[in-house]
C-alpha cells in the first residue's frame, strides 16, 4: 500500500496548506506509514526541503480564470479539471490497495479526480479521500416564503455552478472508491445537497501544538486578528473595530496579523497609520511557519474572527478550531460553521449578528465583560477537542472509511456532545 498526499496548493506558508500537510503527514508517519507528497510546481524551495515535497502540480487549486473576458472562468474549469487528472495519473502507476488523499479541492480538481479515475483500469484504480476545504460559494437568502442557499452569479463566484456540474458528473459514473469528505458536519451537509452526493465528516486534523494555558491570567489582554486576511474574513472592518474597542477599553492591546499584507493594501495602510499612532496595536506582516504561528497564537488571549456570515455557512474555519484546540475564546459569526464548533465545545465565545464593525465590537465587548467564564469554557473545550479532534484522529478515521472497517468513533457523530443544532439544509433549499 502507498499513500501519497496530493495538494496543489501547496506553496507558500501563507493560509492552511503547509500546516494541514505537516499534521496528516506527520500522523500518518507515526502510524508507520511511507507518505509521498506532491504539491504545486511552485512551493518554495524551503518549503518543499523541509516536507519533503515533490513539485508536481502544474496549476494551483486557486487558478480559476484564463483571462477571456467573458467565460475566464469556464475556460478554466475544464482546463485546470483536464491537467489535474493528467497530473495526478502521472503520480502513478497504482494498485487498488493505495490511497491518494487530495487536500483542499475546488470544482476543477473534483472533475479532474473523475476523470482520473475514469482512465485507470478498475483493478489499478486507487482509494481517493478528498476534502472540500472553503465555502461553496452560495448565498443565504429569506425571503417572505422562507431561506434558501442561491448561487452566485458565476462570473463572480463560479463555484456553486461548477460544484453542481462536478456533482452531476460524479452521480452519472457511479465510481467507487472515491470518498468526498469536509472537516465540518454543517459544511457536509450543504455539500451533499449541492453535489448531490454524499459528503462525509473527517475530524479537524488541527491539536494545540504546546499545552493549553488558561487565559487572562496575565495583563493587558491581547485581542488577536490572525491568519491570511481576506474580504470574506472581514478584514476591511478591522480598523475600525480597532478604533471602538481602544476607545472602550484603554487596557487591552491588538495584534494583528496578515500573511498577504499587499492583498488588501488600502487596509493595510489603515492598519500600518493606526500601529504607528498607538503603541497598543502590534502589527505582524509575516508569513507564520510553524513556530511564529504557534507565538501568535501564545500572544492571544481573544481571537477576533469578523468574518462575513454567508461565506461561512457551510465553510469551516481552521483559525477558529485551532483557538479552541488551544484554549482560546473567540468572537464569531452567528448561524456559521464557527458558531456551530463555539457551541459544541461548551461556548467559549461571543457571536455577532449582521455584519457590521459595531456588532463585532459590541461581541468583543461582551467577551472581555465576561472574559474569566469564557477563558474557563475555553479550557474545558480544549481537553474536549484533545479527545476528538487532530490529525490522529482524522487520520484513523480516514483510514478507517477507505479500509470499511469499524472506526474509533462515527463519522457523523458531534464532536462533544448531541445539542447540534444545525440550520436545515434539505436538497431542495438549494437553488
Not at 483510514?399 to 434539505?426: K, W, Y
Request: aromatic residues 8%; hydrophobic residues 45%.
Amino acid at each position: 500500500m502507498q499513500i501519497i498526499y496530493a495538494d496543489a496548493g501547496l506553496a507558500t506558508e501563507i493560509g492552511h496548506h503547509a500546516n494541514s500537510c505537516r499534521f496528516i503527514t506527520g500522523a500518518l508517519r507515526a502510524r508507520g506509514h511511507a507518505v509521498r507528497i506532491a504539491a504545486f510546481q511552485g512551493i518554495e524551495a524551503a518549503l518543499a526541503a523541509e516536507l519533503q515535497a515533490s513539485p508536481h502540480f502544474r496549476l494551483s487549486t486557486y487558478w480559476g480564470n484564463d483571462g477571456d473576458p467573458v467565460c475566464g472562468w469556464l475556460n478554466a474549469f475544464f482546463t485546470g479539471a483536464n491537467l489535474f487528472a493528467e497530473d495526478l495519473a502521472a503520480l502513478g502507476p497504482f494498485q487498488a490497495d493505495d490511497l491518494l488523499y487530495v487536500n483542499s479541492i475546488l470544482p476543477a480538481q473534483l472533475l479532474g479526480l473523475r476523470s482520473f479515475l475514469l482512465g485507470q483500469q478498475p483493478l489499478q484504480r486507487p482509494q481517493i479521500v478528498t476534502e472540500l476545504g472553503t465555502g461553496p460559494g452560495l448565498d443565504y437568502v429569506r425571503t417572505d416564503t422562507g431561506a434558501r442557499f442561491v448561487a452566485r452569479d458565476p462570473r463572480v463566484d463560479s463555484r456553486a455552478t461548477l460544484y453542481r456540474f462536478a456533482g452531476t458528473q460524479l452521480r452519472a459514473s457511479a465510481l467507487p472508491g472515491l470518498h468526498v469528505c469536509s472537516f465540518d458536519r454543517s459544511a457536509s451537509e450543504l455539500y451533499t445537497a449541492l453535489l448531490g452526493i454524499p459528503v462525509r465528516t473527517l475530524p479537524v486534523p488541527h491539536l494545540a501544538e504546546t499545552t493549553p494555558r488558561q487565559r487572562g491570567t496575565r495583563r493587558p489582554l491581547v485581542i488577536g486578528v490572525l491568519g491570511h486576511q481576506r474580504g470574506e474574513k472581514g478584514y476591511q472592518l478591522v480598523p475600525e473595530i480597532a478604533a471602538i474597542l481602544l476607545a472602550a477599553r484603554p487596557d487591552l492591546r491588538l495584534l494583528v496579523h496578515n500573511a498577504q499584507p499587499d492583498f488588501m493594501a488600502e487596509t493595510q495602510a489603515a492598519m500600518r497609520a493606526l500601529a504607528s499612532q498607538d503603541q497598543r496595536v502590534v502589527l505582524d506582516e509575516r508569513p507564520a511557519g510553524p513556530a511564529l504561528w504557534q507565538q501568535l497564537l501564545d500572544h492571544s488571549d481573544l481571537i477576533l474572527c469578523p468574518y462575513m456570515p454567508d461565506q461561512f455557512r457551510g465553510a469551516y474555519s481552521a483559525i477558529a478550531s485551532e483557538a479552541i484546540a488551544n484554549a482560546i475564546p473567540l468572537v464569531v459569526p452567528a448561524e456559521t460553521t464557527l458558531a456551530r464548533v463555539v457551541a459544541e465545545f461548551g461556548g467559549p465565545g461571543t457571536v455577532f449578528q449582521g455584519h457590521s464593525a459595531e456588532a463585532v465590537a459590541a461581541a468583543a465587548l461582551e467577551a472581555l465583560d465576561r472574559f474569566d467564564q469564557l477563558a474557563a469554557l475555553a479550557m474545558d473545550g480544549a481537553r474536549r477537542w484533545q479527545q476528538t479532534m487532530g490529525a490522529g484522529c482524522m487520520v484513523d478515521a480516514m483510514l478507517g472509511l477507505v479500509a470499511g472497517a469499524d472506526m474509533r468513533f462515527r463519522l457523523d457523530r458531534p464532536a462533544a456532545s448531541r445539542s447540534h443544532t444545525p440550520f436545515p439544509i434539505p436538497a431542495e433549499k438549494v437553488a
